[in-house]
């Protein structure tokens, strides 16, 4: 093709129409002239179909064409579908009346298929040419006026009136050109002999034969046709038809015979003998078939393939020995057989795809591709596995993979689908194409705790920031729509935030205790904690932790009577009579522990005597082991411990100091148990102030015991001015919670102080139970006129 008509041809005028469109599943039709140049717009598709500009990128469109070139591509910017690729309409559909490629333009978010048809108009890109250099025929010089002979026939590529149009025969005084007209072959050249031959005057003649198309601008071919005159000769070769047809299946065997052409000469000798050849070819039906010239029988040379070509045409040509000739048709029709498996084409597949999808969401196209016609290229698609999938048919050959059910990543979050391809040939033929498809997750599961209720129990005195308890959710969701995070709902706990006692780790969800516990200001409290995903928008849920503090041995027995070793001097009178397994005192103590922590035992560590007394392990209370005799010492004294049962045990010790005495007058004498066994430790300053104000309260003191001694017939400390302890005297806070407590003892005690029983006391004690002392063995009143006189030796006693 020479530069000027290039240049005219990409400059040419391309008509582009619109058939028809619809926005899903529709069809587009274009028209476009071949050879045009690339970038070329062929038409405004996203215009076409509706799509905004702004949203075309977005949506990624694509074509997708058959094959492996990529004839038009699309134009991001301007929504234009423009040429990308060499368009020859020749190479493309041959001499076909019409010829359209057919591609898929995509889009997706949502995702829609559009069939487009793209028809390739012709343009005059092709020259006619001759099968030969030259037509050489030889005619008798007996030829009469008026006979005709073939010439062969210019082929053009070139489709309609860009093919070959009209021929024209140089000057000369023997032969004009007369053109015949076939159905089935268009136009072809033969020449008539209008003045007679001579051959001793020529016997050679050259003319030149031009073939025309009727593009624009119009394009020739030519040949030389060579004639040679001959001595008389009669008769030229006849077919015994014009046209054959034969029809002929694909992929028939090399050296198959399709048929065999006759033609009959009326000469005999040399002048009938006949030769076959090809006078007209294409390039194709030159490669795929050959002629015996001298049978006439015509064999396929190449591969016969429907999907190639379903139909050629031969022409052939009958020559005698004197050259005379004649020519025929020959059409080959190709029947199709079900030779190609279908060709399953994943155009899209949106993958991964949500597992929120509804039922019926369409998520792919599959494209079954079938070279075969007819109803050996009817295709069937299917799944044959059990999954929430199937194919819906679309447009021509294009399958919809559809959802069936709402998918659940969290059941399964892959699928292998196997996709079945069938055509309707006999026997069928199949395919089939395996592919995966991943579930994308969304965040529809909350964090689930492990258990519904949590318990924590924490020892007391615990270390701030020591760990309390591990709670753990799991979410089913992936990545970070089920990444848990922990925190702690806000609430109060003994009015002060919750946040003050526990804080969780966000990332782990062990609590961590902020503060030290102590079991006797917060037995036990709840928390609520939250367990939040990093979806969009996040989904929670929370649990009940109960947190109990748990008791430690943190706490000393504290002895209520007697005053703990140390702090007072506390004398009880016990009678001489006393018999054995008497009650003669009783140790008071509490502890504020619980539990095992708080179950207190008494023992007697220290004693003058250590076999006269005994004490109660549990209930502290002091008895005699055996009679008093007089031989026993009127002094005693003994040290007792009240040790808990905590481990490690803690323990207290007080000092008790009996008089065995019948009557006062003989505890003047005290003076000396005191001056031997007492261990006092009140200070020089404390005895000098005693004493000035002993003095002060005697009379006092003497007069109120007179007093309540007179309105009660029971058993009492004669002393004046001595006070009942009230049981308001025990703190309150020393109740146990489980309502044993640490007071064990079923007995009821009177017990009168002197009023400076917080440093100095001296007591009474009269039991109301069994086996106490009887109510005989009583202080007589008269003793009362002693008091002041003991009262000043007991002091005296004490002080040293």
């Not at 995903?533 to 109960?546: A, C, F, I």
Request: proline letters at 4%.
């Amino acid at each position: 093709m020479d530069g000027p008509a290039h240049g005219f041809i990409t400059k040419c005028f391309v008509f582009v129409a619109i058939v028809s469109y619809h926005l899903c599943l529709g069809d587009l039709r274009y028209s476009i002239s071949e050879e045009t140049r690339r970038g070329f717009a062929v038409g405004k598709i996203a215009q076409d179909l509706g799509i905004d500009m702004k949203t075309l990128s977005s949506r990624k469109p694509r074509v997708d064409f058959d094959g492996s070139k990529r004839y038009c591509d699309i134009n991001l910017k301007t929504g234009e579908l423009v040429v990308n690729e060499r368009i020859d309409r020749e190479a493309l559909c041959g001499q076909k009346q019409s010829c359209v490629i057919h591609f898929d333009f995509f889009l997706e978010n949502p995702l829609t298929l559009h069939r487009v048809t793209l028809e390739i108009e012709d343009i005059n890109d092709n020259a006619p040419k001759f099968r030969n250099e030259a037509i050489d025929l030889e005619i008798p010089e007996s030829a009469n006026k008026g006979a005709r002979f073939s010439l062969d026939e210019a082929y053009d590529p070139d489709f309609g009136v860009n093919g070959v149009q009209s021929y024209a025969l140089s000057n000369n005084e023997h032969f004009i050109l007369s053109l015949q007209t076939a159905a089935n072959r268009g136009k072809f050249p033969e020449i008539v002999l209008e003045n007679e031959l001579d051959r001793e005057k020529q016997d050679r003649l050259s003319l030149i034969l031009t073939a025309y198309d009727g593009g624009s601008p119009q394009r020739t071919g030519t040949v030389l046709v060579n004639i040679r005159v001959l001595d008389a000769n009669d008769n030229v070769p006849v077919f015994s038809q014009t046209t054959y047809e034969v029809s002929l299946p694909e992929n028939v065997p090399v050296e198959t015979v399709v048929l065999t052409v006759s033609a009959n000469d009326a000469d005999e000798g040399p002048n009938g003998e006949v030769t076959y050849e090809f006078s007209y070819l294409s390039i194709d039906s030159e490669n795929m078939f050959t002629i015996n010239q001298k049978t006439g029988e015509i064999k396929v040379k190449g591969e016969i393939d429907f999907e190639e070509s379903s139909s050629y045409e031969l022409r052939i040509r009958a020559k005698d020995g004197a050259g005379q000739a004649t020519s025929c048709t020959v059409l080959i029709n190709v029947l199709d057989v079900n030779d190609n498996a279908p060709v399953i084409i994943v155009k899209s597949l949106n993958t991964p795809v949500h597992e929120n999808l509804p039922s019926g969401s369409e998520i792919g196209i599959i494209y079954v591709q079938d070279k075969d016609s007819a109803s050996n290229g009817d295709i069937r698609c299917s799944i044959e596995q059990r999954v929430p999938f199937k194919m819906v048919p679309s447009v021509k050959n294009h399958f919809a993979l559809v959802t069936t059910a709402e998918l659940d990543r969290e059941v399964q979050a892959e699928y292998n689908i196997s996709v079945t391809a069938t055509d309707g040939g006999s026997p069928p033929l199949y395919s089939s194409k395996t592919f995966q498809l991943s579930v994308a997750d969304v965040n529809d599961n909350a964090p689930i705790f492990e258990k519904q209720l949590y318990s924590a129990h924490v020892a007391e005195n615990n270390k701030p920031g020591s760990p309390v308890l591990l709670v753990s959710a799991k979410d089913l969701d992936w990545r970070q729509n089920g990444t848990v995070v922990y925190s702690l709902l806000h609430s109060n706990v003994n009015g002060a935030p919750v946040s003050s006692f526990l804080s969780v780790n966000g990332d782990t969800g062990v609590i961590h205790a902020v503060r030290s516990f102590d079991y006797e200001q917060l037995k036990s409290f709840k928390v609520l904690v939250l367990a939040r995903d990093n979806g969009s928008p996040p989904l929670s849920s929370n649990v009940t932790v109960n947190v109990f503090i748990t008791d430690e041995n943190d706490n000393t027995p504290q002895i209520l009577y007697p005053s703990p070793d140390g702090n007072s001097f506390m004398t009880e009178l016990v009678p001489k009579a006393a018999q054995a397994g008497s009650l003669v005192s009783k140790v008071i103590a509490v502890d504020a522990d619980s539990g095992q922590n708080a179950w207190l035992s008494y023992h007697i560590i220290k004693a003058s005597d250590p076999g006269l007394f005994t004490i109660g392990v549990h209930s502290g209370e002091i008895r005699t082991q055996r009679d008093l005799s007089e031989s026993d010492r009127m002094k005693q004294n003994f040290i007792v411990s009240v040790r808990d049962n905590g481990q490690p045990s803690l323990f207290a010790t007080c000092t008790l100091y009996l008089v065995i005495s019948d009557n006062l007058a003989e505890v003047p004498e005290l003076k000396d148990v005191s001056h031997d066994e007492s261990s006092s430790k009140l200070t020089f300053y404390l005895i000098i102030a005693l004493v000035s104000v002993s003095t002060f309260f005697l009379t006092f003191i003497i007069i109120i015991l007179a007093v309540r001694f007179c309105r009660r017939r029971k058993p009492r400390l004669l002393f004046d001015g001595a006070v009942a302890i009230p049981s308001a005297y025990l703190p309150p806070n020393y109740a146990e919670v489980d309502g044993l407590g640490t007071l064990r003892s079923a007995y009821n005690y009177d017990a009168y102080l002197t009023t400076g029983s917080r440093t100095s006391d001296f007591k009474f004690v009269r039991s109301y139970n069994e086996g106490t002392l009887t109510a005989d063995l009583t202080l007589k009143k008269s003793a009362v006129d002693d008091l002041e006189g003991l009262d000043a030796e007991l002091r005296e006693s004490f002080e040293v």
